[in-house]
Nanobody, 126 residues
Framework: QVQLVESGGGLVQAGGSLTLSCAAS????????MAWFRQAPGKERDFVAT????????YYADSVKGRFTISRDNAKNTVNLQMKSLKPEDTAVYYC???????????????????WGQGTQVTVSS
């Protein structure tokens, strides 16, 4: 069983930056592809970014490409989401997710992820 705890959310002005962190415990962190999803009020939870087990491969939603960077540290069991040039439409609860995988597989599909954190609120003011 993997436990995920997000941190780093908060209130930031448009154009600002924020870095989210997700700390994992239990299981073998390096066996998991990791991802960030987000859910705005009244909307579905959407894919944001994912990183492979090794960290060599990443993939981003078009809406955040070029502004967000996902990275992981397998020695520290953490995955980060660096967010720059934030927009009001980035306001959401951000969730960390883990999926046990083989090789370099990763996915954008929410239903494929096995473990979820409790979420951290990010609010971008205009």
């Amino acid at each position: 069983q993997v436990q995920l705890v997000e941190s780093g959310g908060g209130l930031v002005q448009a154009g600002g930056s924020l870095t989210l962190s997700c700390a994992a415990s239990g299981g073998t962190f390096s066996s998991n592809a990791m991802a960030w999803f987000r859910q705005a009020p009244g909307k579905e939870r959407d894919f944001v970014a994912t990183v492979s087990r090794s960290g060599d491969s990443t993939y981003y939603a078009d809406s955040v490409k070029g502004r967000f960077t996902i990275s992981r540290d397998n020695a520290k069991n953490t995955v980060n989401l660096q967010m720059k040039s934030l927009k009001p439409e980035d306001t959401a609860v951000y969730y960390c997710a883990a999926k046990v995988v083989r090789g370099s597989y990763f996915t954008t599909r929410l239903k494929e992820y096995d473990y979820w954190g409790q979420g951290t609120q990010v609010t971008v003011s205009s």
